[in-house]
Structure formats: C-alpha cells, structure tokens
T-cell receptor, first 114, second 114 residues
Framework: AQTVTQSQPEMSVQEAETVTLSCTYD???????LFWYKQPPSRQMILVIR??????QNATENRFSVNFQKAAKSFSLKISDSQLGDAAMYFC???????????FGEGTQLTVNP | DAGVIQSPRHEVTEMGQEVTLRCKPI?????LFWYRQTMMRGLELLIY????????DSGMPEDRFSAKMPNASFSTLKIQPSEPRDSAVYFC????????????FGNGTRLTVT
C-alpha cells in the first residue's frame, strides 16, 4: 500500500519569508498524482496545488510551488512571501492512477509569525 | 457552484444513539468519498462510491457504520449505535472521474459522542 510521510509535525515562518514543507511517499507505480491541501482553523480542506508524476516541470500556483523529485519520491511545498492567512495545517496527498482515493500524510502545522 | 454540502456542521449525541451524517456532492461529480479525521489517526478513508455504487468500504471501522448513496446528489453515513470513540470530524468529498481530478471537500461534521 502507498504511504505518505510528512516528517515535520510543526513549522513556523516569519511573515514575508519563505518556508518549505517536506513530504515523501512510497509507491511502486510510475504514474500518479500528488496534491497539497491546506486546512485552516475553519477545518475546510482547500486544494493548494497539484502535480502529475509524468510531468517533470514543477507545478506553481502564485506564491506556492513544489519541488518534485520523482526518483527520491519527494514532493515538498514552498510558500514564498508568507502571509498570516497561510497559517494552517498542510497535508500532502497521493493519488494512484489505477484508483480514485487520496492517501494523506500526517500533516504539518504551519505558524506564521507577524 | 455551491461546493460539497454537509450537514449538520456539529452533532452531539449520547452513546448508543443513532447518528446520520448527510452529504450533497458537487453536481456532475461521479465519485463520492467519506473520510474521518482524528488526532490519533489523521485522515482515514472510510468508503467511496462511483456512480452511486459503493466501490471500497474496507475503511469502515465496523458493522456499526453504514453508508448509502441513493442518488447522484445525496449520500448518508450512519452510525448505529454510536460510541465515544466515534468522536471525530467526518468529511465528505467528491470528484470527477478524470484521473488527476482533485477531491473537493465539504466543511465536515464534528461529531461528539458522550
């Protein structure tokens, strides 16, 4: 079974600075999808960014970008120019192409300090 | 697009009572998922449906849990009888069948069983 590991239970960053959240996964598949979701205190799960494994180019969405290292099975999220509203729990998730379910990591709680 | 709608937002009940959680997926989505979130176990997939048919219920904890999807716009998750260890946030999510389609989550139901 696929597993997703987020080794940083908590991270903090100063407002306007850059922070990187780590994620590794284990799979025997060659094609799959990876996602980062954000869960603010309102508890809603919000999609931040998506990466397709067969695309070598790293996905970018405004201040959010990923560093996808397929051989290393690593999928980190970089948040640039951090804002107070970025404070949330961040979940890395894996989706195999042969199925539809998402497997989530344990989450990283991000604090943004003013 | 109203998003995935869950009700109720909060539910407090006594041990032994029946609990029914409700979900309306995004119109046009043909996959529906029920997840449970706890501090100890993180986000767990309980069951998912494709075109109203249950595909995988291996995550359902025990026979006290049941889920139905009578039509494309409505699903329920029922716990009977409820126990204190069922206390958690229950999320419903939906997606298109396209392989890279992300899951769209509802706001969740926080269940407290006393």
């Amino acid at each position: 079974a696929q597993t997703v590991t987020q080794s940083q239970p908590e991270m903090s960053v100063q407002e306007a600075e850059t922070v990187t959240l780590s994620c590794t996964y284990d799979t025997s598949e060659s094609d799959y999808y990876l996602f980062w979701y954000k869960q603010p205190p309102s508890r809603q799960m919000i999609l931040v960014i998506r990466q397709e494994a067969y695309k070598q180019q790293n996905a970018t969405e405004n201040r959010f970008s990923v560093n996808f290292q397929k051989a290393a099975k690593s999928f980190s999220l970089k948040i640039s120019d951090s804002q107070l509203g970025d404070a949330a729990m961040y979940f890395c998730a894996y989706k195999e192409t042969s199925g539809s379910r998402l497997t989530f990591g344990e989450g990283t709680q991000l604090t943004v300090n003013p | 697009d109203a998003g995935v709608i869950q009700s109720p937002r909060h539910e407090v009940t006594e041990m032994g009572q029946e609990v029914t959680l409700r979900c309306k997926p995004i119109s046009g989505h043909d996959y529906l998922f029920w997840y449970r979130q706890t501090m100890m176990r993180g986000l767990e997939l309980l069951i998912y449906f494709n075109n109203n048919v249950p595909i995988d219920d291996s995550g359902m904890p025990e026979d006290r849990f049941s889920a139905k999807m009578p039509n494309a716009s409505f699903s329920t998750l029922k716990i009977q009888p409820s126990e204190p260890r069922d206390s958690a946030v229950y999320f419903c999510a939906s997606s298109f069948s396209h392989l890279g389609s992300p899951l769209h989550f509802g706001n969740g139901t926080r269940l407290t069983v006393t």
